[in-house]
């Protein structure tokens, strides 16, 4: 049994990341002594200024090695599962790290105890979708659903932050002589990193969150192009905002995704293929108390770096 005086320990899958650093931050702040599961813990020693000293601890646990996973669960009260990518650098790695490794986790966490685990996961999860990066998610989602039947799942829309690979992405486009717009008909409904992290520490917290799936999305729904036109105007670009074909697209996807970090691969087309918001009838942040911050309140200050001059103050 634990003592009463003991502190409490929370574990974090993938707490490196762009939105685990903004998880890790908040669970320290709740005076979690909190254990960073990563594959390079000597990537993730950063995060130990966010806390006092001993109290961020990142370990070598990648969630495919069980024994790791085992060991960095032991003890905890609290787990919380982030680990997730975008295209894979071998064969087989979206189903090996999204749709395998949640279950086993779960399943570690509730052998050893875990009091509450959140998962992230994504909103277009579908074991029926085209895309294998959705098809992984919705597996994930069913093994942690089947290893810990409590455990919260958080679906977000696409996340930004100063760390964002979305905004950040497309306005590091804008030097381009036209923007170039792929399914510009798309929705998404961006949400702020920080609202994520306020979700996963809401639902560690919330014994009525146990057990449910929310999906996480912002105050303002926004088609391809209007984030596109929105990055220019930030950035203060005048640039054409030129439609590319599909077939045109697929191709240079299919070249780009050979590269060591692709910018774009043909998945990543299936995704856009598909609206990004939340579903009408799914609880979301405000079910978790939270109040979405606005894309127009957080994306200017970071992507001033991106216009002519880098953001210095023009002199009259």
């Known amino acids: 049994m634990r003592g009463a005086l003991e502190r409490k320990v929370a574990t974090v899958f993938g707490g490196s990341g762009f939105i685990g650093r903004y998880v890790v931050q908040r669970l320290a702040q709740q005076d979690y002594v909190v254990r960073v599961a990563v594959r390079d813990p000597a990537g993730a020693r950063f995060l130990q200024t966010q806390g006092r000293v001993g109290q961020i601890v990142p370990l070598a646990a990648p969630v495919t090695d069980a024994a790791g996973v085992a060991r960095a669960v032991e003890g905890a009260q609290v787990v919380v599962n982030l680990v997730g990518i975008l295209f894979e650098r ?180 299936l995704l856009l293929e598909r609206d990004n918001v939340v579903a009408p009838d799914m609880p979301g942040l405000a079910e978790l108390g939270i109040a979405p911050t606005s894309v127009e309140s957080v994306v200017p200050g970071y992507l001033k770096r991106f216009r002519p001059g880098g953001g210095r103050r023009e002199v009259a």
């Open 90 to 269: 071998r064969p087989g790695d979206f189903r090996r790290i999204q749709g395998e490794a949640p279950g086993a986790v779960a399943r570690a966490a509730a052998a050893a105890g875990v009091e509450s685990f959140v998962h992230l996961s994504a909103i277009g999860a579908d074991a029926a979708s085209p895309s294998l990066y959705a098809q992984t998610k919705a597996e994930g989602e069913e093994g942690v659903r089947a290893g810990f039947p409590a455990a919260t799942i958080l679906r977000p829309s696409v996340v930004f932050g100063p760390e964002d690979g979305f905004f950040n992405r497309f306005a590091g486009m804008a030097w381009l002589p036209v923007m170039p717009v792929v399914s510009g008909g798309t929705r998404f409904q961006p949400v702020y990193v920080g609202d994520v992290a306020d979700a996963v520490g809401a639902a560690l917290a919330r014994p009525e969150a146990r057990g449910k799936t929310y999906e996480l999305g912002g105050p303002r729904v926004m088609t391809m192009r209007e984030v596109l036109r929105f990055i220019l105007e930030v950035t203060r670009r005048r640039r054409p905002m030129v439609d590319m074909p599909p077939g045109l697209m697929r191709f240079q996807a299919g070249l780009l995704q050979r590269l060591p970090t692709p910018p774009l691969t043909q998945d990543q087309l």
